[in-house]
């Protein structure tokens, strides 16, 4: 994701790469998300004997922050001189976020919890952003700029697909009045 937002900085200002590379971040931190809440939370929970709640709480507010960055990116406009900025706040929030489970909640974690129970938890997260790439497909056909609740949604599902995608898609266009509603 940090990859993707570096690239979109490298990018000149109308470049329509910008608001593609920008739809992908959007979908890995959607991933990323789902991921953490589904998974890692309540690992941390189980097996943290000390400050998981804290822990766990600041995970989901890192998490929330980029998330709320994200969807002012979505909706500020490539030209504008507050997307640049934007992007660049949400790369600090990354990083932050991206450090804080490398130096607190995975360091704990490993100590706390059995190398089987870690590889399940890999696995896990590796399911999450296995359902992401499915959706990916859609999110890069999508003509609207406010992807990323409607990925987070879902994602939320445990049987998240390309299809509860398109029904929400469709569902929105039905509510802007841009299509009729076939109830698919």
Known sequence: MQRALTEVLELPAGEPRRRERLKGAAVTLACHAAAVERHLHHAVRRYVPDDADWLVQQEATDLLRAEETMKDLEFTDTNSGEFDPLVRRLLVRIRRHGEGKESEVFPRLRTAASPGVLADLGDAVRRVEAEA?????????????????????????????????????????FLTGDTEWTGA
């Open 133 to 173: 790439a499915g959706l990916r497909v859609e999110v890069e056909g999508c003509r609207r700029r406010d992807v990323i609740d409607r990925l987070l949604t879902a994602l939320a599902e445990q049987d998240a697909s390309p299809a509860m995608y398109q029904q929400a898609e469709q569902f929105d266009r």
